[in-house]
């Protein structure tokens, strides 16, 4: 007797720990791998065609002979259509992803690294994104932030997390309609720190900084102008290179179900990817930024904006350039660490994000 009721209960364990073993695997995704295809060789994403002849074809306003399958037709409320108009030379546009209620962070980012008149001679404009909600309060304190200020950008989406690439396309639609001559734009978040002086220095050579500001000044004597504004060597992008950069990453779709980016097979069947960069800080010259737009005219829509800009860039054979000085977590902070630095993730704090920026431009590192 006892020796049957030890069998039965050995099985009983058995048999749970299998069933809990299976609904873990179920649950993590593991037996989504094996039926997932493969990027490299299988990708194909609607639009499947030559997205660059109809993309040239938009950007010369022809009309293409595929129709349209997807179009981001926003209205505007609130649409800053005078930001840039009359501004020659603009060289950067601040595009910033904020949510209606971060009145407080806004206030900070104009107290700082969002402040257009930072340099005397470099052009800057700052528009902040924001969608539709349903609170009334928030919604007057809107209106009186947008008349005192003049630089919220307020479309028909509702602000919600899975609403970021309406919030992204807004902000690329908004700068083909009313701000379409300036050489870069860096969209970014709201809970960033920024340096507006090192993206400058930045963008005057990507493929080689920091490295050189930290060469000896003989090795650049031809490049140098007279000290004045920023005090940099001018070292400038053709206009028509197309530059999509910041923190990159080569990364896997989440295939377990309780994951907040959890992906089905049937959303987006493919192992990997398209390299990307992150969406809470990134810089587009206006070459990359018109492709990618006239491309999303052909990329169906995708609810992860950092994702979704990486499909358009990879469809248009645009290369995302990595950059560490785009930190995407927090970097510890302190004078020596944030020299180089271009953004930082992690500053949802706005008495925080002004103190460390007040420091860094005092040092003259922002």
Known sequence: MYPIRFFTWKKLKLILFTTLLFFLLVVFGVFHHPLEKNFYTDFKYPFDGDIERLVLKLKSNQTPEVPIINSYNFTFYKSCDNKCRGVSHLQLVYIIKSASKH????????????????????????????????????????????????????????????????????????????????????????????????????????????????????????????????????????????????????????????????????????????????????????????????????TKHFRFDDIYVGILAYKTNIEPLHSEEFAFNKKPYSPLNYQYLVSSHGYGNPEEMVSVWNQQKSLGHA
């Open 103 to 298: 009145f407080q962070r806004r206030l900070a980012i104009r107290r700082s690294w969002g402040f257009q008149r930072r340099f005397s001679d470099v052009e800057i404009r700052t528009v902040f994104l924001i969608g539709i909600t349903n609170d009334n309060t928030i919604n007057k304190s809107v209106e009186e932030e947008s008349q005192k200020y003049s630089d919220i950008v307020l479309a028909n989406y509702v602000d919600t997390y899975f609403n970021n690439t309406y919030k992204t396309m807004s902000g690329f639609e908004w700068a083909m309609k009313h701000c379409s001559k300036s050489k870069f734009y860096m969209f970014v978040d709201d809970d960033y720190y920024v340096s507006t002086k090192n993206l400058l220095r930045f963008l005057r050579f990507p493929t080689n900084y920091p490295g050189y500001l930290k060469e000896p000044l003989g090795s650049f004597r031809n490049l140098i102008r007279k000290p004045q504004g920023l005090n940099v060597i001018e070292f400038e992008l053709d206009d028509d290179v197309r530059l999509y950069t910041g923190y990159a990453f080569k990364s896997a779709p989440h295939r377990h179900y309780f994951s907040k980016w959890y992906i089905s097979l049937e959303e987006y069947p493919y192992h990997l990817w398209p390299p990307y960069v992150s969406a809470g800080a990134y810089v587009l010259s206006n070459a990359a930024l018109k492709d990618m737009y006239y491309a999303s005219f052909y």
